[in-house]
């Protein structure tokens, strides 16, 4: 496949863009580097690059385009509100009308407060914690990712109950140490952190299905105990459904797990594809954030009407019927595919998959945890990647990342992806 005119454009994205991307996952280094490709058109399914070449995607912009890309009801709402103007600092009705969308999608928020990330979203949960509940530290799971606010970019430290080291250069130590990393799947570890530190933390942060250390669902009764522990340690419990608000439902991970949070951040799908973050919770807790209360968030672009009516017609579209059987559908079918055709040349993988988004290991454990995850085979998955990429099928470049299934494909394409998949493990053998 000729790329020629993605390696000219990286060139020169790499003179004036650092790194040459605008989100260091774009970049190959997660595959053992290469060239990423220059996409310049999204229909539906499909990818068309600035060669030519045409892809099957299943990146979906790492999470927020379930709907295919240019939906045209998505597409038309951003026209309507571009023509009005995109840009107020006043509110809107479309603020109003969202707001009330996510209410009753999602139960557990009696108040939402729009951002522009997930970054924002989750960064503002963190401080509303801390000011309702006047203490200082969180905790966090190993491998979960919540955007790049200085307190979740931490590792853990030497054990499972250990303060933080920053993960970045530029994180002060100070801040690292108000954070607690432990496994995922791992009550007790939990039970633990909080019986070192209790006094002090604020809040329990987790993703109540992981979707960054690969699709990992929590184990049976883990989520009920994190929300036991959190709530008699006096915490508060936030879920970050920034890749699950809406991706299995028309709603959140809450209702499907049966545990509701105090309060959640949102992103991704409910822009539509637009620029968006959301959060929100109880009633009491909300009203900690400006103007109301002490804990001060605010936003320029918050809430712009392009976000609003993205988001707004993202939902309307995921409303309609059938939409994620549609998912379910198409995922189980590229999940027992893949099974299928790893038996058959001999490959060890473990498929972890929810509906219309899953993750392929290249190993023959069960994943439940962030150190099993890391534990697979990365160079198979790199091997993995560049074949199916050379045979148009754009996937995200690392093994820790899911493939987002859309309503936009079809059964061809899953086929045509098993021919593609089919193709790439006999090269790997
Ligand atoms: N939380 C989770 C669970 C995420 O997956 C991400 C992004 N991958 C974020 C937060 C941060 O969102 P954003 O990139 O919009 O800042």
Redesign the pocket.
Known sequence: MNRETSEKLYQEAEEHIVGGVNSPSRAFKGVGGGTPVFMEKGQGAYFWDVDGNKYIDYLGA??PIITGHAHPHITDAITNAAQNGVLYGTPTKLENKFAKMLKDAIPSLEKVRFVN????A?MTTIRVARAYTNRTKVIKFAG?????SDPVLVAAGSGPSTLGTPDSAGVPSSIAKEVITVPFNDASALDEALDQYGDDIAAVLV?PIV??FGIVEPKPGFLEKVKELTHQNGSLLIF?E??TAFRFHYGSAQELTGITADMT?M??IIGGGLPI?AYGGLVDIMEQVAPLGPAYQAGTMSGNPASMAAGIACLEVLKEDGVYEKLNHLGEKLEHGMLKLAEKHGISVSINRLKGALTLYFTDEEITNYEQAENTDGEMFARFFKLMLDQGINLAPSKYEAWFLTIAHTDEDIDKTLEAVDQAFSNMK
């Not at 979960?144 to 790049?148: I, N």
């Open positions: 790492y999470g990330s997930g970054t924002e989750v979960c990712y919540h955007g790049h993703e979707g960054n970050d920034v890749i951040a992103g991704k973050g």
